[in-house]
């Protein structure tokens, strides 16, 4: 049994992990921090918890985690704040998996000028694993700090890895479109989510800029061998939860559907969450579960992928419970299905 913290446990992101991490037979839910609830009950913030999770929330204090003998700690905090909490973590030698962006860009000059402040923890963010487990497992076994995937990169990357591993697309034709559930916009109130200005309404934002597209670069650029220029393009659907991103890429030569589909069953046998449909995927195929669902077609010479997962599952806590899974040598679905 290792015991478990979750730091930031007032959000949506941390009551989706602490759902999950109840009906893991490995883990112990020992210490929840939030500096604005610290003193109250679990139950009075999320009230779904209630007689379920006995800690109250407290301050974060990397020395008391360490004193409790917490063996992995979950950072569900804000870019930029969860710099702060990782150092110290590191330090007492605790292992994390940072749920921000703090850690994601492996380059620190990107960082500063998708996040708008510079990055001051180079050291740890070398040292840093991406956790993607499809891509990275062997690396995230081993790694004391990982930093968990973005929600729409996932779809991306997880979407178009088998074209680019085997060098099938043009790498400058990339096109990403995707949809998302509100509560991708986290807890936080405000107006662009607030319940008379998204429902009944659809919605593209952050165009040509948004944060997520240097992530998904680099990865497929990392899967690929060469750089990889992507136009990211997300929406916003009223509705609470789910993604959906169709992905549209150029192939360097005439290929047939079922080909295209051989190829995706090939590379994620044994991949125990991504499933490859025949069928085309819908957002409620993957509510609550970990599995990111995906489909290929061939229109016009033209390659359509259509990859869909839940945002605070797959999308955040699930995948951070499934790299948990690697790094402490458990059965790999254990706890998410």
């Known amino acids: 049994m290792i015991k478990a913290a979750i730091l930031g446990g007032s959000g949506y992101t941390a009551l989706e992990l602490m759902t999950i991490l109840l009906r893991h037979p490995r883990v112990e839910i020992a210490a929840i921090t939030s500096r604005s609830e610290a003193g109250q009950s679990i139950g ?31 950072g569900c905090l804000p870019h930029g704040a969860s710099i702060e909490a990782v150092k110290p973590l590191l330090e007492a030698g605790i292992r994390t998996i940072d ?28 040292r840093a694993v991406y956790g993607l487990p499809e891509v990275y497992a062997q690396r995230i076994r081993t790694a004391t700090l990982v930093a968990n995937p973005g ?22 034709s990339v096109i990403v479109d995707s949809k998302s559930g509100v509560s991708g916009a986290g807890r936080t109130p405000k107006l662009s989510t607030h319940f008379p200005e998204c429902n009944e309404s659809f919605a593209a934002y952050s165009v040509g800029k948004h944060r997520h597209t240097p992530e998904i670069e680099q990865v497929l650029g990392d899967i690929a061998g060469t750089p990889v220029n ?7 659907v009223p509705m609470d939860r789910g993604i959906f991103s169709t992905i549209y890429a150029m192939p360097k030569q005439a290929v047939g559907e079922r080909e295209v589909m051989d190829l995706y069953r090939a590379y994620y046998a044994g991949k125990p969450f991504v499933r490859v449909r025949e069928g085309l995927p819908a957002t409620k195929d993957t509510l609550r579960t970990n599995y990111l669902d ?26 951070a419970v499934q790299n948990m899974n690697l790094m402490f040598g458990f059965d790999e679905t254990e706890g998410l299905r």
């Open 294 to 319: 995906i489909a290929v077609r061939v229109v016009r010479d033209r390659i359509v992928v259509l990859a869909c997962e839940d945002n605070l599952t797959r999308g955040a806590s699930g995948v």
């Open 151 to 172: 929600c729409y990169p996932q779809t991306a990357i997880l979407g178009l890895a088998p074209l680019l591993k085997h060098g099938l697309i043009d790498p400058e």
């Open 230 to 236: 992507v136009i990211f393009t997300p929406h916003l």
């Open 44 to 74: 009075r913030v999320h009230p779904s918890l209630l007689q379920r999770v006995d800690v109250v929330f407290e301050e974060f204090d990397a020395a008391e985690l360490k004193r409790k003998q917490i063996d992995i700690a979950f």
């Open 99 to 126: 749920l921000s962006a703090d850690y994601r860009l492996t380059d620190p000059e990107q960082y500063a000028a998708w996040y708008e402040h510079p990055h001051t923890d180079t050291a740890n963010l070398a």
